[in-house]
């Protein structure tokens, strides 16, 4: 039975008090675990010790720092005190800290926090400079002698309020604060739970990072506030042993869990050598919510999972977005991973997706992403006109309903772009087939050559299996030519620039889409721009590229 209440205060407090569920804070191999009665006591002493420095109702507190048990606390404590949450992004490589601080400065300073949370570990990289609100080092609301939970005094309920302001990962733009009170993040967990058939005794296993909304309204929220239990990692942790996520589900019994494309290639691989003894039978669900899901990746891993238990139908491919909390379209479950094969010309030239057999010469693969979660609609429409679309004509993606965003923070310009007579426009090309829906693409992302619109993942796609390119780090986009023509620009991530390579991709992407690139660019690992949560920025690549600023790989 889901709670009437649409505050995360009073969810929070009713599992407490009425939950059955744990949470499991691993640290790379080692691990402990607490009901969520005891952490919400923790997080009551640190909410009183962040209301004795004048935190309130309607203050934004940033909270910088690694996954710990420390900083869940503290973000269910920032929720207790009637503040919101305004969620900083990790550096995602140690060669980008430059860029980490100015985005984190940026945040803090779009985001008008009146203070800032740092964990220790980056209290180096990030020091108060003047004009900046009060850093508070995180350890300092643990200390011993500090308020007890018995100080801590409850806000009013308000459903209203705004709970956390999360930023977009900006994969085609600067990113915007996206607003999100209490009771649509309720509402859209609500949804979720329902469309996922959740149940309280399912175990959710997550290393996703939680500045970013899967790993933080999703598979954190959810279990605090509708009483689940949780096994939280590190994301650091997956990354330097990616057997560890398996690890946790066995030893744990996990029954949901989620990641992008690329951890299901690392999981794959690692399935594929281990010689462990795990046990993955009791999965009901690996939710991938990647743009576009990487069909034959994520098969890959399925069948890697087979000689541990694993049952091909708990693939879960959905489609989600900050924009609407998290969850914007979810498959039945147990139905597993289905793909729609069309033919990539009549997508590109027509908008139109006619199926044609497997194998087809000139034929691409998408993923089926179900159906609206309860209390969303969707709609598909001439980006131009406006006018609905039918079933496999392509479009924009247009969502409506009770768990949208009230816009962007103090953008009002972008806010009446993005949601016109209360449908919020996604900016995803897309269409649907017996109402499910099949993500093409992001609009800003496609390239226009010749009248055809050319997706860039498909171009990324042949050339990341080009011996020598680092998969998953290739940027393809378009670049103005005469006449308004465009051109496509290749930009690879490539171990050594070795004799001949930029010949061999130019001879790929040439047969895959029939347009050769005007220009292939090899640069040097971990350097093309991505966004905190690994998605390429391809508008960024693109200003690198105009402006000669891409780090570009010496010849051999």
Known sequence: MLSSELSLISRIESVAEHGRGTVTFVDGDDHETLDWAQLHTEARAVAAALQARGIGPGDHVALLGPTTRRLVTAIQAIWLTGGALVTMPLPMRMGALEQFIEQTRNRIRRSDSKVVVIDSQLAAFVEPEPGDPPFIGLDELFVVDGPTSDDYVRPPTDPTALAVLQFTSGSTSEPKGVMLPHENICNNLDGAWIAAELRHDSKIVSWLPLYHDMGLVGLLTIPMTLDTSLVQGAPQDFLAKPIRWMRWLSEFGGTASAGPNFSYALAARTLKRTDEELDLSRMEMFLNGAEPIDAPTFRKFLDAGERFGLNPGVAFPAFGMAEVCIAGCFPTPGKGLVTDVVDRHALEAEQRAVPVDAGTDGATELALLGRPVPGLEIAIVDPSTGEPCGERQVGELRITGNSLTVG?????????????????????????????????????????????????????????????????????????????????????????????????????????????????????????????????????????????????????
Do not use: H, M
């Open 408 to 556: 962007y923070y103090n953008q009002p310009e972008a806010t009446a772009e993005l949601i016109t007579d209360g449908w919020l426009n996604t900016g995803d090309l897309a269409y649907t087939v017996g109402g499910e829906l099949v993500i093409c693409g992001r609009i800003k992302d496609v390239i226009i050559v010749g009248g055809r619109n050319v997706y860039p993942q498909d171009i990324e796609k042949v050339v990341g299996e080009v011996d020598g390119v680092r998969t998953g780090n290739v940027i393809a986009f378009g670049v103005e030519g005469r006449q308004g023509a465009q051109s496509i620009v290749v930009v690879v991530e490539a171990r050594t620039a070795r004799d001949g390579l930029e010949r061999e991709i130019t001879r790929q992407v040439t047969e895959s889409v029939g347009i050769p690139p005007k220009d292939v660019v090899l640069v040097q690992p971990g350097s093309v721009p991505k966004t905190s949560s690994g998605k390429l920025q391809r508008a960024a690549c693109r200003i690198q590229y105009v402006a000669g600023e891409l780090d570009v790989l010496d010849p051999t």
